[in-house]
């Protein structure tokens, strides 16, 4: 949802948009794996 917010326009923006923000999403879960993939 935050991606998409963000300006995500498919999988693959939302992919990159969560690499970028990794460090801020791990505040509310571990993402020990990091995220999935698109």
Sequence with gaps: MCAISAGAE?????????EFKLEW?????????GIASH
């Design 10 to 18: 498919d999988w693959v923006d939302v992919s990159e948009w969560g």
């Design 25 to 33: 999403l791990r505040r509310f879960l571990p993402f020990e794996q």
